[in-house]
């Protein structure tokens, strides 16, 4: 976890988030950069006409400013926290941040942008009504082969000392772990959750725990019954039990869609895990 993308953006969810780095940071030594993107103006309204030159240049400035005011609250994050501005090439001991700029779409951006970096570190409902962060996440989740970490609602206190990882065999969560293998490793305590009921064809969450003790992670297994609960809630009642700082699970492992339509864990979790939720698809 040597790189780390946050896009950011002038508001307290993208700073939550760049707060959030800076904990991961901590613990890798890991270059953080924080990226806004400019969208670029659109040429024609929603009927097809043409927008006037003077109005092109209006929105342009109107992105201007946001991106100075997003750098302005970028720059008094680091300050205030004494990291050092640096090249992601350039050798440093300890955290050390980075600025970018550039203009395009968000989803896209990120998706193809995201895949340089070790981990892409996500705000929960950004403040600004043009930025949908679930199309973020999702092209993060998706497009960059990365792993995704999704700030909680709060800054936490700290990250990956008590882990859960909600496991029911799937392949997308097999992935998940294995990029989480930074933080399972330096982890004080592993709980690998299984749901009854949530499980698809695959191996079951003794056989994950005995695998994660062999490479030195102290990890217990834990099966639960849902009763009237969903998976969602009942993976976040045993997370709180736990007392976890992050959760570890594989992204969709049944399709956006029907989770858009009928619900599912992944969903559930994205909109509601009150911690960092660490995600791979």
Known sequence: ????LVPFYDDDIAQNALATSWLVAE????????????RPPQIFDGEGIALAGSYMTQLKDEERRLAESAHQRFQSAIESRGVPIAEVSTPAEGVT???????????????????????????R?????????????????????RPVLVAGSQTPSSIGERIVVAWNGSTETARCIA??????????SVVVLTVEGW?????????????LQRNGIKATARAVDAGSRSVGEAILDETKDFNADLLVKGAYTHSRLRQLVFGGATRHLLNHTPIPLLMAH
């Open 1 to 4: 976890m040597k790189t780390i």
């Open 27 to 38: 613990r890798f030594s890991s270059y953080v950069e924080a990226l806004f993107v400019m």
């Open 97 to 123: 941040a980075g600025w970018r700029e550039t203009e395009g779409l968000e989803g896209q951006i990120i998706g193809d942008y995201g895949r340089l970096f070790d981990l892409i570190v996500i705000g």
């Open 125 to 145: 409902n950004f403040g600004q009504p043009w930025i949908d962060w679930s199309v973020m996440c999702e092209a993060a989740l998706f497009e960059t082969g």
């Open 179 to 188: 990029l989480s293998m930074p933080f399972l490793e330096r982890a004080e």
């Open 199 to 211: 499980q698809v064809p695959g191996p079951g969450g003794d056989q994950v725990t005995a695998h």
